[in-house]
């Protein structure tokens, strides 16, 4: 399987190179140039294999420098039964209505980037050992809460890398902040940088441009490497669970063998819903992907107006911050896939969206990603709601990122009438967003520290996530906040850790 950048597919690169270098060098996303079939024999063989088996098995079709031995091997590790309290990984809890809720957020950090971030780590030390590379890799994310703290804890003490992350002050929930200031590990860095994510991201960006930057840094033997989603690294375990989920439901009759289902995911940089895409192009049968935004719904209008993407607009803070953006870095992957691998026109599309913040898909391109996607946004309002009657009608929790996934859902089928058994991606833990789910449940909240934990179990007899309730005992370890335009004098901090 070889990958190319979505602006110059003219050089073709293995999986490791892609892994390990995160980004092309012409700023484009590495793509794999088909996407390989699942047949008879790999469905029955999913069929009977624990979540590590299936990761292994699905990853393997793509990391074809990889050995099966290598991939099992970090399958176990990464989803280590008391990482993710128990076997079942990634559950699917079956609702009202055709939703069949799938649980990412069981690992060690709560919220579906575990999924992706505990494998992380064992494909870029083994992608950096296959290409030759012999530096420290320096992991600088920019995180709108969930990403930094499970790359943190993807990444700590592990062997030849440093991480360092840098967050919105303004952009995260305490117990985000929480959870990263109080991380562990000889090789990690925790900044707050004044403003929101997209200014985080735009900071960080700069560091990964600056020349001078780079070449001290390679002086003193160390390289930058990126734990965001643009990394093939970060996609690729994500199709295995959407798969997964699927094997799941035909075992307990939820869905024939063949039998379609629709997958609704809450959407931010849109790579979780890209993962769904891709497990669909290897023969998921899959109906509708159903893009679900909170009210910064740039992606929404993307797909009801026709292709044209605008990010000239309000940017809201909301209760869902994880999903708080306007630039989706992914959609780039899509319009490739879709334009048939046309480069040309993805680097101009891209070009547009730097300079004037817009463009506009043609109309056959357009077309194509119309039959595989339905859209929706909600505000917070609306989430509120959701959570609310999810609780009272279903005895059901989520959080308030799920929340905007249910309420798309919802109205898609009332709008549609489409009654197709629906997989809905639960993305976070309730506990990770306690002040919005206790609010939504009529409580109130006194202080907004670890003992809100209490208040959401007194409310609900639901217990706290173990990594969440331990917590309490934690100290702060980082406090450093940054003017946006001081980033660059962070990247010493790297040499000291
Ligand atoms: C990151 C995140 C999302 C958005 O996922 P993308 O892959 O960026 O689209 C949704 N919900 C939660 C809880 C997240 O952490």
Redesign the pocket.
């Known amino acids: 399987m070889e990958y190319v950048s979505t602006r110059d597919k003219s050089r073709k690169v293995s999986a490791s190179y892609a892994i390990a270098n995160g980004i092309a060098p012409d700023g484009g996303l590495y793509c794999p140039t088909s996407f390989p079939a699942l047949t008879a024999e790999d469905w029955h063989a999913l069929a009977n294999l624990d979540y590590k088996g299936r990761s292994a098995l699905v990853l393997g079709k793509f990391l074809t420098d990889f050995s099966g031995e290598e991939l099992a091997d970090y399958a176990a590790k990464a989803y280590a039964d008391d990482k993710f309290g128990g076997a079942d990984t990634a559950p699917v809890v079956a609702l009202g209505g055709g939703k069949h809720m799938l649980e990412l957020w069981h690992g060690p950090t709560c ?3 575990d999924m992706a971030l505990q494998m992380l780590p064992h494909l870029l030390t083994a992608s950096l050992r296959k290409t030759g590379e012999t530096r420290t890799a320096c992991i600088l994310v920019a995180t ?4 930094g703290k499970a790359a943190l804890d993807g990444f700590h003490d592990v062997e030849g890398t440093k991480i360092m992350v840098y967050y919105p002050v303004d952009g995260v929930s305490p117990m985000q902040k929480l959870q990263m200031v109080t991380q562990e590990g000889k090789n990690v860095e925790v900044v707050a940088i004044r403003g929101n994510f997209d200014d985080a991201q735009s900071a960080v960006k700069r560091i990964f441009t600056d020349e001078t930057v780079r070449e001290g840094l390679d002086k003193d033997g160390m390289m930058l490497s990126s734990a965001n ?1 643009i990394n093939w690294g970060r996609l690729a375990p994500q199709i295995a669970y959407y798969i997964s989920a699927y094997c799941d439901m035909v075992k307990n009759g939820a869905v024939k063998m063949g039998g379609k289902i629709n997958i609704c ?9 890209l993962a769904a895409y891709i497990a669909k192009q290897m023969g998921l049968p899959v109906n509708k992907l159903i893009c679900a935004s909170n009210r910064n719904n740039v992606l929404t209008d993307f797909f009801k107006k026709g292709g044209s993407y605008d990010k000239n607009r309000d940017f809201y803070t909301t209760t ?1 911050p ?2 708080d ?1 306007l630039i ?1 870095s ?1 959609l780039e992957r899509l319009l490739f896939f879709a334009s048939d691998y046309d480069d040309k026109l993805v680097a101009a599309l891209m070009e547009q969206l730097a300079k004037g913040g817009s463009y506009q898909v043609a109309a056959d391109v357009f077309a194509k990603i119309e039959s595989d996607f339905d859209a929706g946004c909600c505000d917070d309002a609306a989430a509120t709601q959701t959570i609310r009657e999810l609780w009272e009608n279903e005895h059901y929790l989520c ?1 308030t ?1 799920t929340a905007v996934a249910v309420r798309v859902y919802e109205d898609y089928r009332a709008r549609t009438g489409d009654t197709t058994p629906a997989v809905i991606a639960s ?2 833990s309730p506990f990770k967003f306690c002040r919005s789910v206790i609010e939504a449940l009529g409580g109130t909240l006194e202080k907004d520290d670890v003992s809100q934990l209490d208040v959401l179990t007194g409310l609900t007899g639901v217990p706290a996530p173990a990594p969440l309730a331990a917590l309490a005992g934690k100290t702060p370890r980082f406090d450093r906040v940054v003017d946006k335009t001081d980033i660059l004098s962070t990247v010493g901090l790297l040499r000291d850790l």
Do not use: L, Q, R
Request: charged share 10%.
């Open positions: 919220a579906f980037k709108s809460g969930d990403t989603s995911v809450p959407t931010g940089n849109f790579g979780n819903i869902s994880s999903m953006i989706s992914n959080d990122h993305t976070a």
